[in-house]
């Protein structure tokens, strides 16, 4: 059971600005870290977002991503249809590390 | 090239046993802590297992404690998650992380059914 919580789905046309929101709480994003992760269709997870708001390196900077308190979200700008993916946010609760339920988001 | 590559997925009737492998490449495993990650079929992404560079720290998630053990080599740069007493729910797609959720392995299927 997943103690973030995300939207199910999100969407927007090419060029919009799409945001994906992750609530948790004091125990996980009020204290650690948040990790985004998008996965393509059929395809592993990959890494987006570390440390709250750091892109790897090859990772476009349309994306990007803030902390709030006890939420975090991700950002993505001018939208494009190979963004077509699902979005976990992920962080470290005490010893056992959460996704959030994920994000689909559509690309209209 | 950085790089994870699973095997040892398949079919398993259920209360059997499985051991996943793990090769890690392109970077120094020996210093990296390592993660299990697992995905049902159309669910989303679960954490089920960490273990630390050295193995002196391992956690599991609570849906597979007692069952399933990471272990890991560092001599050969490989991960491992033996399963036993496998069940129906734990039929996914098992994922081998690693170097701080960074590098992710493509994969590989677990299904556990009669």
């Known amino acids: 059971q997943s103690v973030l919580t995300q939207p199910p789905s999100a969407s927007g046309t090419p060029g919009q600005r799409v945001i994906i929101s992750c609530s948790g709480s004091?125990?996980?994003?009020?204290?650690?870290?948040v990790y985004w992760f998008q996965q393509l269709p059929g395809t592993a997870p990959k890494l987006l977002i570390y440390r709250s708001n750091q892109r790897p390196s090859g990772v476009p900077d349309r994306f990007s991503a803030s902390t709030s308190g006890t939420s975090a979200s991700l950002a993505i700008s001018g939208l494009r249809s190979e963004d077509e993916a699902d979005y976990y946010c992920?962080?470290?609760?005490?010893?056992?590390?959460?996704f959030g339920t994920g994000t689909k988001v559509t690309v209209l | 090239e950085v790089q994870l590559v699973e095997s040892g997925g398949g079919l398993v009737q259920p209360g059997g046993s499985l051991r996943l492998s793990c090769a890690a490449s392109g970077f120094t495993f020996s210093t990296y802590s390592m993660n299990w990650v697992r995905q049902a079929p159309g669910k989303g992404l679960e954490w089920i297992s960490y273990i630390n560079s050295r193995s002196s720290n391992i956690n599991y998630a609570d849906s597979v404690k007692g069952r399933f053990t990471i272990s890991r080599d560092n001599a050969n740069n490989a991960l491992s998650l033996q399963m036993n007493s496998l069940r129906g729910e734990d039929t996914a797609v098992y994922y081998c992380?690693?170097?701080?959720?960074?590098?992710w392995g493509q994969g590989t299927t677990v299904t556990v059914s009669s």
């Open positions: 004091s125990s996980n994003i009020g204290r650690n870290y």
């Open positions: 992920g962080v470290w609760d005490d010893s056992v590390y959460v």
């Open positions: 992380v690693g170097r701080g959720m960074d590098v």
